[in-house]
């Protein structure tokens, strides 16, 4: 799983999330939380435009 999806997740996580919903919200969690800082800076930004 973690070459397939590109982040690590501790093994109890498929188990502590029961769909494949929240498994996914945990991989996007992951994903952010592994972002270099300026990135999620920037993805903060973005949301926020004028």
Do not use: G, K, N, S
């Not at 799983?1 to 501790?10: C, I, K, T, Y």
């Not at 929240?22 to 930004?45: F, I, S």
């Amino acid at each position: 799983m973690r070459e397939a999806l590109q982040v690590e997740l501790p093994v109890r996580a498929f188990f502590e999330a029961p769909t494949v919903r929240q498994l996914a919200q945990r991989v996007e969690v992951a994903h952010w939380l592994a972002a270099p800082t300026a990135r999620r800076a920037d993805e903060q930004w973005e949301e926020y435009e004028i």
